[in-house]
């Protein structure tokens, strides 16, 4: 049988191997990413409307069903995963920043594809990246803290919560506000701005995601098949926390469809930001963050196609 090149060369690798690995990333790169998040949540925001704020109150039950599954449940769920699996620390810690994100930036455009509601994917959207910047530092410190192999990495990192909050108010808070208040006083600029703004703002980072699997390559393709199963399970049950919790809610289905959704969905590009300021590109973190960013579109894509007729 004939295996290409980098097949052939490929060396055995365990998972403890991804503790040690560290990510080619230059503070360019970073810059960059840090860019086109922040463009990504000002497209998101360009959309949303104080008005969104105010649906919650008029259906708190499926908007607090959703916050529960997405910052309770989808955290706990993923300590217990770690302790069945015991994968290495760094994946580990990967996989609790990946719980204690946000929703991320497609969920609204395929929860609108499943033909779920819409209103509440915006209203869940618009709050959960706003309370993200408290939450996130929170959930991933409290749920990495009781795990102790990663509890242990973190000491030797020291790692300062407050500037993560810093961090994520930075990122996700300023173009939150910024694309609200140019909703509310230039609504037609909101737009047009939106329209280009969406689709551009997902290809620059789709474009960044390639561009970091470049420059590593040969370190995804070494330690892809150990991430893979992670990453499925992981999602897995990100996406049947939030079927689980509508259905045993008694939501009607297109409020079950978002919260799937919005909970199997989370900001992976925020995950990677954290991991190469405070991480140092650490690769069990960083490998697994960027897979999550890959794989959450492509199960996205599956159960919003799926649910399409339905």
């Known amino acids: 049988m004939i295996f290409p090149p980098f097949?052939?060369?490929?060396?055995?690798?365990?998972?403890?191997?991804?503790?040690?690995?560290?990510?080619?990333?230059?503070?360019?790169?970073?810059?960059?990413?840090?860019?086109?998040?922040?463009?990504?949540?000002?497209?998101?925001?360009?959309?949303?409307?104080?008005?969104?704020?105010?649906?919650?109150?008029?259906?708190?039950?499926?908007?607090?069903?959703?916050?529960?599954?997405?910052?309770?449940?989808?955290?706990?769920?993923?300590?217990?995963?770690?302790?069945?699996?015991?994968?290495?620390?760094?994946?580990?810690?990967?996989?609790?920043?990946?719980?204690?994100?946000?929703?991320?930036?497609?969920?609204?455009f395929l929860s609108s594809l499943a033909k779920g509601n819409t209103a509440l994917s915006v209203s869940l959207t618009a709050f959960s990246s706003s309370s993200s910047i408290f939450l996130t530092p929170l959930n991933f410190a409290l749920w990495a803290g009781l795990y102790s192999p990663t509890a242990s990495m973190l000491k030797e990192i020291s790692l300062d919560i407050g500037e993560v909050f810093m961090t994520v108010g930075l990122i996700l808070g300023v173009p939150l506000i910024l694309g609200i208040l140019t909703r509310q006083k230039f609504p037609s600029f909101a737009d047009k701005a939106s329209k280009i703004l969406r689709p551009l703002s997902i290809l620059i980072f789709a474009a960044f995601v390639v561009i970091a699997f470049a420059g590593n390559f040969n370190l995804f393709i070494q330690y892809i098949q150990l991430i893979f199963i992670w990453v499925l399970a992981h999602n897995l049950v990100a996406l049947l926390a939030g079927f689980t919790t509508g259905k045993l809610g008694k939501l009607p289905l297109p409020d079950i469809k978002t919260l799937t959704i919005e909970t199997g969905i989370q900001n992976s590009g925020l995950g990677l930001v954290l991991i190469f300021t405070y991480f140092d590109g650490l690769g069990g973190m960083a490998i697994i963050t960027a897979w999550w960013g890959i794989w959450h579109l492509i199960s996205g894509l599956g159960v919003a196609t799926f649910w399409k007729n339905k």
């Open 7 to 108: 097949w052939r060369n490929r060396k055995v690798v365990t998972p403890t191997d991804l503790d040690s690995v560290r990510l080619n990333f230059s503070k360019g790169d970073l810059l960059l990413l840090n860019l086109a998040l922040a463009l990504i949540m000002y497209g998101v925001a360009l959309d949303l409307k104080w008005s969104d704020f105010k649906y919650l109150a008029k259906n708190p039950k499926g908007f607090f069903l959703g916050l529960f599954s997405q910052f309770l449940l989808l955290p706990f769920l993923t300590y217990l995963l770690v302790l069945g699996i015991q994968p290495p620390p760094s994946v580990a810690l990967g996989m609790f920043l990946v719980a204690a994100c946000p929703g991320g930036n497609v969920s609204n």
